[in-house]
T-cell receptor, first 114, second 113 residues
Framework: DAGVTQSPTHLIKTRGQQVTLRCSPK?????VSWYQQALGQGPQFIFQ???????QRGNFPDRFSGHQFPNYSSELNVNALLLGDSALYLC?????????????FGPGTRLTVL | QQQVKQSPQSLIVQKGGISIINCAYENTAFDYFPWYQQFPGKGPALLIAIRPDVSEKKEGRFTISFNKSAKQFSLHIMDSQPGDSATYFC????????????FGAGTTVTVRA
């Protein structure tokens, strides 16, 4: 089992550009959450997807959007990139929203905005 | 506004010693309190978790102590080993919010051999 996989590993963009990050959940998991982790900080919850719908959302602007596909994989899209969007973006998957004990995090995508 | 406050920011412990990390929260609706371990270049890994109906949970060398009245919980790492050197995050969540996590700022633990 490959666990939670994320791509790409690293990404460099310039201000104003748009970016798409991808996540494949652990086998048997159907719920995907995205977190932003700034350097030296704890992760901040962005949103959660289950049954292809956004169920929960954190305190992030509409520039952050996502999608979940029928195979449970997910994408995170960020539009109009700002310097402050530079961070490690983590994807986590669970066996359902009510099973936090099954949560696994991926290794993250390091986004640098210049 | 950080919902979970974690301290200390960093700590150094000798091999075989005890590491203690503390967290405090304000929202009494929180009903799930996990701890995560993160190594450089990796995502956080769930270490141990507790619910507010118990005051202590132990798994191997890791123990969570929970004080509901004080709205505080802590992680104790017994017999610390160099392989325990990592950043530890406490978190809190609510079942009715699908357990979306509010993380503390993290504690970097260094175990000296």
């Amino acid at each position: 089992d490959a666990g939670v996989t994320q791509s790409p590993t690293h990404l460099i963009k310039t201000r104003g550009q748009q970016v798409t990050l991808r996540c494949s959940p652990k086998s048997g998991h159907d719920t995907v959450s995205w977190y932003q982790q700034a350097l030296g900080q704890g992760p901040q919850f962005i949103f959660q997807y289950y049954e292809e719908e956004e169920r929960q959302r954190g305190n992030f602007p509409d520039r952050f959007s996502g999608h979940q596909f029928p195979n449970y994989s997910s994408e995170l899209n960020v539009n109009a990139l700002l310097l402050g969007d530079s961070a490690l973006y983590l994807c986590a998957s669970n066996q359902g929203p009510g099973r936090p004990d099954t949560q696994y995090f991926g290794p993250g995508t390091r986004l640098t905005v210049l | 506004q950080q919902q979970v406050k974690q301290s200390p920011q960093s700590l150094i412990v000798q091999k075989g010693g005890i590491s203690i990390i503390n967290c405090a929260y304000e929202n009494t609706a929180f009903d799930y309190f996990p701890w995560y371990q993160q190594f450089p270049g990796k995502g956080p890994a769930l270490l141990i978790a507790i619910r507010p109906d118990v005051s202590e949970k132990k798994e191997g060398r890791f123990t969570i102590s929970f004080n509901k009245s004080a709205k505080q919980f802590s992680l104790h790492i017994m017999d610390s080993q160099p392989g325990d050197s990592a950043t530890y995050f406490c978190a809190a969540s609510i079942r009715s919010n699908d357990y979306k996590l509010s993380f503390g700022a993290g504690t970097t633990v260094t175990v000296r051999a």
